[in-house]
């Protein structure tokens, strides 16, 4: 079965920093790879997505994330961290017959601060 | 891009009672999906709404607690039963196309029970 790890609950960066956001996943074929933002009192927005090909994933508001079979991994960074990126951000696998319901890492909490 | 349309937004219910939670998608989709977000966590998947026949669940969630219904390919609805002050939750649907070509998720419906 697919699992997800987010190593950090709460990142703290400072405006106009760079971040990263780490995510590591368990399964044993090519995984389908997905990054979420959930801002307070607001929906799920996807980010970006993985399914195959380039590696380095562009994403919508200046984020990327970058694939790495070796290490199981899905970083999510951002060169410039804006004040309102402070949000909830999740990543999640699903398998790659794409026909199956997302496992969801627990979040990374991220705020910003002047 | 899909449009799901999920109701009521939010809800205060007593404990006891069932409340009904409804999703529209505004196309047909193969797969719809059902989790709970409680306070501070990460989505849980509840259950797969499977059209035309019973819903599979997952472990930890029984029928008699949140059966669900989907009547056709762009409708789904999920009660929460006989409700306890810990069914206070985001609860959310989910829409998947093979291969995750449609992925989206309603804006969830914030229960809290008194």
């Known amino acids: 079965a697919q699992s997800v790890t987010q190593p950090d609950i709460h990142i703290t960066v400072s405006e106009g920093a760079s971040l990263e956001l780490r995510c590591n996943y368990s399964?044993?074929?090519?995984?389908?790879l997905f990054w979420y933002v959930q801002s307070p009192g607001q929906g799920l927005q996807l980010l970006l997505k993985?399914?195959?090909?380039?590696?380095l994933v562009q994403g919508i508001k200046g984020f990327e994330a970058e694939f790495k079979r070796s290490q199981s991994s899905f970083n999510l960074r951002k060169p410039s961290v804006h004040w309102s990126d402070a949000a909830e951000y999740f990543c999640?696998?699903?398998?790659?017959?794409?026909?199956?319901?997302?496992?969801f890492g627990k979040g990374t909490r991220l705020s910003v601060i002047a | 891009s899909a449009v799901i349309s999920q109701k009521p937004s939010r809800d205060i219910c007593q404990r006891g009672t069932s409340l009904t939670i409804q999703c529209q998608v505004d196309?047909?989709?193969?797969?719809m999906f059902w989790y709970r977000q409680q306070p501070g966590q990460s989505l849980t998947l509840i259950a797969t709404?499977?059209?035309?026949?019973?819903?599979?669940?997952e472990s930890g969630f029984v029928i008699d607690k949140f059966p669900i219904s989907r009547p056709n390919l762009t409708f789904s609805t999920l009660t929460v039963s006989n409700m306890s002050p810990e069914d206070s939750s985001i609860y959310l649907c989910?829409?998947?196309?093979?291969?995750?070509?449609?992925?989206?998720f309603g804006s969830g419906t914030q229960l809290s029970v008194l």
């Open positions: 399964y044993g074929a090519t995984p389908y």
């Open positions: 993985y399914f195959s090909g380039d590696t």
């Open positions: 999640a696998v699903g398998r790659n017959s794409g026909n199956t319901p997302l496992v």
């Open positions: 989910s829409v998947i196309d093979p291969r995750y070509e449609k992925l989206f």
């Open positions: 196309s047909q989709v193969t797969m």
């Open positions: 709404a499977n059209q035309g026949s019973e819903a599979t669940y």
